[in-house]
C-alpha cells in the first residue's frame, strides 16, 4: 500500500512537542545546522510568514542572493543572522505556520530557534548580560539617590551614548523608569483576609499575584490597580511569598541552565498556593505564558511544575470568567472614552481569545480600537544596540492605526510593549499619548 503523502496545510490545532534541551543531541552543531536547513527549506516554499518580524525577511534576502537561490546556497555560518532576529513570539507557530504538528513536516520555528539560541549560549557566543539579569538590577530600586539617578541619566542623551559604548543598549531606546518604591515595599499587607472565599463555577474565589520583576521594579501602580479592583469585587487575594524573574529574559538568550534556576526558586511557593486552591496570575502576558507553556516544555517530568501551570491564568481571562459566573460586579462609574487597545503577541498565543478586549467594551460609554500586530519590541531585542530601530521598523504599522484612533488612551497588556508603542507615536506622528494598562482602566472605570 502506498504512503500516505503528506497534507498540504493543517486544519487541526496545533500541538507542541517538549523541548529535549538535556539531551547531547540537541547541542550537536550538525544536527542542528540539518534541521535549520530542513526547516528554513519549508519557510522558503511558503514565506507565509514574511510580514511577522525581521527573522524571516533574513532568511529569504540570503536564500534570494546566494547562488543557488535555494536554502542550499546559503553558508552554514549565515544560519546565525536568522537566529538573531527571532525573539520567541510563537506567533509563527500559533497564527500562521500551516505546517506545525501535527502536521507530518512538524515544523517548530519559535523552538529551533530557541535551540540555536541555546547552542551558541553554551558555546560562548550568546552571553546573558544587565539586561536579562532583572533581578539583580531590580535591587537597586526604591534606594532613593539610586532610583533618582538611574531615572535621570536614562532620559539624558549624552549619557545614553556613553552607555551605549559599554552597554547593549541602544541610546534611542525608551527605557522604563526604576520605581521609587518596589510594588512589595508599597502593600500594607501580603493579603486580603478579610474577603469571603467565593467560588464561581468557572472560578476559584481567591487570586495570588506573582508581580515579576516589571511589576515589583517598574510600574508597581499597576499592580496596586489590579489588588484594588479585586478588592472591590470581593475577591480575597495574596502575593506569592517569594518570587525571582520568570525566566523570559534568559530564555531568549538561550540560558536554558538560568531558566531552570529561576524555576526552581519559584515552583516551590506557586505550588503551595495552587495547592491552596488560588487563580494565580500575572499582569504581564510573557511572565503567564512562561508558567502556562514554556516552562512545562523545557520540564515536562516535573509534575509540581505542571500543577502550578494549571492554575495560572491570564488576569482578563479570570475576569471575564468571573463576570460569567456572576460574581463580579458591574457598578463602573466613569467610562473610559475611546481607547486604542493593542493585543500583545505574548497575550494572543495563549489561545484563550480576546479576554482583555472583551472585558473592556464592556465597560459602558467605552470605545476599543484593537491592533493585533507585533509591537516589535519583544523583551530584550526592542531596547538592545543594533536591534532597537529594527524592533520600531518592525511596530510602525501598530504606531500608525494606533495614532489614527486618535484614542483618549493607548493601551497593551504588555506595559512595555505600550511604552514602545508611545515612543514610536511620538516619534514618527510628533504625538505624545496618554499610556495605560487595561488593568489600571479598569480601576479608573470603577472608581475605585
Not at 259 to 274: H, W
Not at 393 to 398: A, D, E, L, R, S
Amino acid at each position: 500500500m502506498p504512503a500516505k503523502p503528506p497534507r498540504e496545510g493543517n486544519l487541526e490545532a496545533p500541538t507542541r512537542h517538549p523541548v529535549d534541551w538535556r539531551s547531547d543531541s540537541f547541542y550537536d552543531r550538525d544536527s542542528l545546522h540539518a534541521e535549520l536547513e530542513r526547516v528554513f527549506d519549508i519557510c522558503h516554499g511558503c514565506r507565509r510568514c514574511v510580514s511577522l518580524c525581521e527573522a524571516f525577511p533574513t532568511l529569504f534576502d540570503l536564500v534570494d542572493e546566494s547562488e543557488t537561490m535555494e536554502v542550499d546556497g546559503v553558508a552554514k555560518q549565515d544560519y546565525a543572522q536568522v537566529v538573531e532576529q527571532c525573539y520567541l513570539c510563537d506567533m509563527c507557530y500559533m497564527a500562521k505556520c500551516p505546517y506545525v504538528p501535527p502536521h507530518d513536516w512538524n515544523v517548530d520555528f519559535p523552538h529551533l530557534m530557541l535551540r540555536a539560541k541555546a547552542v551558541e549560549h553554551r558555546e560562548g557566543k550568546r552571553r546573558s548580560d544587565i539586561l536579562t539579569d532583572t533581578d539583580k538590577m531590580g535591587k537597586l530600586a526604591g534606594i532613593p539617590l539610586v532610583t533618582e539617578t538611574i531615572n535621570t541619566v536614562n532620559t539624558w542623551q549624552p549619557a545614553r551614548k556613553l552607555i551605549e559604548k559599554f552597554v547593549d543598549v541602544d541610546a534611542e531606546a525608551a527605557l522604563p523608569p526604576f520605581a521609587k518604591k518596589k510594588f512589595r515595599s508599597g502593600l500594607a499587607g501580603d493579603s486580603n483576609n478579610t474577603a469571603t472565599v467565593q467560588d464561581g463555577q468557572r472560578t476559584p474565589g481567591k487570586v495570588a499575584l506573582f508581580a515579576g520583576c516589571y511589576i515589583n521594579f517598574n510600574e508597581p501602580g499597576i499592580g496596586h490597580d489590579f489588588i484594588a479592583v479585586l478588592e472591590h469585587n470581593d475577591i480575597a487575594w495574596t502575593v506569592a511569598e517569594k518570587e525571582a524573574c520568570c525566566g523570559m529574559p534568559k530564555l531568549e538568550q538561550g540560558d536554558l541552565e538560568s531558566v531552570e534556576s529561576l524555576m526552581r526558586v519559584n515552583i516551590p511557593f506557586l505550588l503551595k498556593l495552587a495547592r491552596e486552591g488560588y487563580a494565580i496570575t500575572s499582569l504581564v502576558p510573557s511572565c503567564t505564558l512562561m508558567f502556562k507553556q514554556e516552562l512545562p516544555l523545557l520540564f515536562p517530568e516535573n509534575e509540581n511544575l505542571q500543577e502550578v501551570a494549571s492554575a495560572f491564568w491570564d488576569p482578563f481571562n479570570y475576569l471575564v470568567n468571573r463576570n460569567k459566573d456572576g460574581l463580579l460586579k458591574q457598578d463602573f462609574k466613569h467610562p473610559l472614552g475611546s481607547v486604542a487597545y493593542h493585543a500583545p503577541c505574548h497575550g494572543r498565543v495563549q489561545n484563550i481569545g480576546k479576554k482583555t478586549e472583551e472585558f473592556l467594551r464592556s465597560i459602558p460609554g467605552s470605545e476599543v480600537s484593537t491592533t493585533e500586530r507585533c509591537s516589535g519590541h519583544a523583551g530584550t531585542y526592542g531596547v538592545r544596540r543594533g536591534l532597537h530601530e529594527k524592533a520600531m521598523k518592525i511596530g510602525k504599522p501598530v504606531f500608525k492605526k494606533m495614532q489614527q484612533a486618535d484614542a483618549d488612551y493607548i493601551s497593551s497588556d504588555c506595559p512595555l510593549g505600550a511604552m514602545h508603542i508611545a515612543q514610536g507615536i511620538e516619534k514618527y506622528h510628533g504625538t505624545h499619548k496618554q499610556r495605560a494598562h487595561p488593568i489600571s482602566l479598569v480601576r479608573r472605570a470603577y472608581g475605585v
